[in-house]
């Protein structure tokens, strides 16, 4: 019936609401902006800059580990710490006003999802809405675990190797402001995305394109190139590291072959 009534609407019927929709993620937007600048300088020193100390809750798991199991390498926390500078004159500001953008763009990610949904909702038929609405929730839901994986495993683990590697010990890494959050953002950001995969796989099976034996058939190369992809995000050859990031990459890939259909079976000759 709601998509009988859509389909009345004129063209310029379906402009405006196009245009409301708009007018309305832009203001959650800036709403999360306006919310994120406030508390920017308690979201640098307690979140942000958290990896940077030596006492990070993952270092700090790393190091217990570490000593509770024998024969691994000794993880230590102590005397860890990575000193940021500034070397522009406007980059904190505009570091302030970006960084406050990009965290508003993935905490108000569900708002702007249902009203992004509740648009197109009355162009769909129920068994299609159902579908969809469950779709949603899980791409939601697994961007936001992505974001925890970057965050609490990918970016500490890259920040830790990178900022004690040195080619020479004449040359002391002093690193910038700019660096450090053009990496924290982009590790954070692409891990939310590669967490969408299973939906990505969801998606192409429902049209047709992908089926579980793709993945049984490759799983041996996967593990090869995500071990590799592992090592590429943890250089330092310490085989509890490696373990720790490709595990939820590993794990990704077989939720991705759970959510495709089956094999399709060629029907019997009589």
């Known amino acids: 019936m709601e998509k009988n009534n859509l389909q009345e609407m004129s063209f310029w019927e379906h402009v405006d609401e196009l245009r409301s929709t708009l007018l309305k993620i832009g203001g959650v937007l800036i709403g999360f902006a306006i919310v994120f600048f406030i508390f920017m300088p308690d979201i ?21 580990i570490t000593t509770d199991i024998p024969g691994l390498p000794q ?20 570091i302030h006003m970006t960084t406050s953008f ?18 197109i909702k ?14 949603f ?36 890494n002093q690193i910038s402001l700019d660096s450090y959050m053009d990496n924290f953002l982009m590790l954070i950001f692409i891990m939310g995305l590669v967490f969408e995969l299973p939906l990505l796989a969801w998606l192409l099976s ?3 394109f992908l089926h579980r034996g793709f993945f049984a058939k490759y799983r041996r190369h996967a593990v090869v190139a995500l071990l590799a992809l592992a090592a590429f995000i943890t250089p330092t050859g310490d085989p509890f590291t490696l373990t720790i990031v ?3 990459l590993y794990l990704l890939f077989e939720l991705s072959a759970f959510f495709v259909a089956p094999v399709p079976t060629e029907p019997k000759e009589d």
Request: neutral net charge.
């Open 44 to 64: 640098f020193d307690r979140i942000i800059l958290a990896p940077c100390r030596g006492d990070f809750v993952l270092y700090r798991l790393f190091e217990k």
């Open 75 to 94: 993880f230590t926390t102590e005397g860890f710490h990575v000193d940021l500078i500034n070397i522009q004159l406007a980059s904190q500001f505009f």
């Open 102 to 119: 990009w965290l508003a763009l993935v905490f108000a990610f569900p708002v702007v999802i249902w009203i992004l949904w509740n648009f």
């Open 122 to 135: 009355p162009a769909l038929y129920e068994n299609e809405r159902k579908g969809s609405e469950k779709a």
């Open 137 to 172: 929730i899980f791409g939601i839901v697994m961007f936001f675990i992505g974001v925890a994986v970057g965050y609490f495993v990918v970016f500490p683990v890259t920040l830790r190797f990178l900022a004690e590697y040195k080619v020479s010990d004449m040359i002391p």
């Open 206 to 208: 429902k049209m047709g």
């Open 246 to 248: 490709f595990l939820p």
